[in-house]
């Protein structure tokens, strides 16, 4: 892991133990529910959540999906997501490490879905980020996130230290390019949306 992946694993993993405590704001709990109502499993279908923190997105879809795989880079939010799983007796999720780069799960995926993490990554990473997520042949990816739907404005931030929010227009181009076509785009927020993009293809299950 590189030491910047490194440095934010720890401090996510600082803030594990409190963090669903803390109050959202309404940009962050709209894009959990869109994330959450466009995802929209069926009852056969695999669902691999990136970045999935303490399982908010993972534990939702699991009530309607066949398996769910949450992975992210935070020891100390993997166990926060595991323990809520084992509360609510929710067992057909399961929670490791992994990245977008390298998402460590090589079975079958029918969709791919990631709320407020991605923008954590720089440009180019978030371009190789698409492109393994498409390797994974999805039919459907859903991405909530720190997006910016006209010219950034630095004297108006919505969010603090460690996000490197790009386009919509970037966004899609790319997921465009990695063979998707991108069927909705939700506005939350002049900094904020939701992207859904469907494979040109559907792999057959």
């Known amino acids: 892991m590189k030491?910047?992946?490194?440095?934010?694993?720890?401090?996510?993993?600082?803030?594990?133990?409190?963090?669903?405590?803390?109050?959202?704001?309404?940009?962050?709990?709209?894009?959990?529910?869109?994330?959450?109502?466009?995802?929209?499993?069926?009852?056969?279908?695999?669902?691999?959540?990136l970045g999935t923190g303490t399982g908010l997105i993972a534990l939702a879809l699991a009530e309607n999906a066949e398996h769910v795989v949450g992975r992210d880079i935070s020891e100390g939010m993997l166990e926060k997501a595991r323990a809520k799983a084992d509360d609510g007796s929710i067992d057909n999720v399961e929670f490791g490490d992994g990245?977008?780069?390298?998402?460590?799960?090589?079975?079958?995926v029918d969709i791919v879905v990631s709320n407020f993490a991605m923008h954590h990554l720089p440009d180019e990473e978030k371009r190789e980020a698409i492109e393994v997520i498409a390797s994974l042949s999805p039919r459907r990816f859903v991405l909530g996130d720190a997006m910016f739907f006209g010219s950034p404005n630095p004297e108006e931030p919505l969010f603090g230290?460690?996000?490197?929010?790009?386009?919509?227009?970037?966004?899609?181009?790319?997921?465009?390019?990695?063979?998707?076509?991108?069927?909705?785009?939700?506005?939350?927020?002049?900094?904020?949306?939701?992207?859904?993009?469907?494979?040109?293809?559907?792999?057959?299950?």
Do not use: W
């Open 161 to 205: 230290h460690g996000v490197d929010a790009t386009t919509v227009g970037m966004l899609v181009d790319e997921l465009t390019d990695a063979g998707f076509v991108v069927t909705a785009v939700e506005r939350v927020h002049d900094q904020v949306g939701v992207l859904v993009a469907e494979r040109l293809e559907i792999p057959q299950k």
């Open 3 to 49: 030491k910047k992946h490194k440095e934010l694993a720890n401090r996510f993993s600082q803030m594990a133990t409190d963090y669903d405590d803390k109050q959202h704001n309404d940009e962050y709990n709209a894009c959990a529910s869109l994330v959450i109502d466009h995802a929209d499993p069926r009852p056969d279908d695999v669902v691999l959540d």
């Open 99 to 108: 990245e977008f780069r390298d998402p460590q799960y090589d079975g079958e």
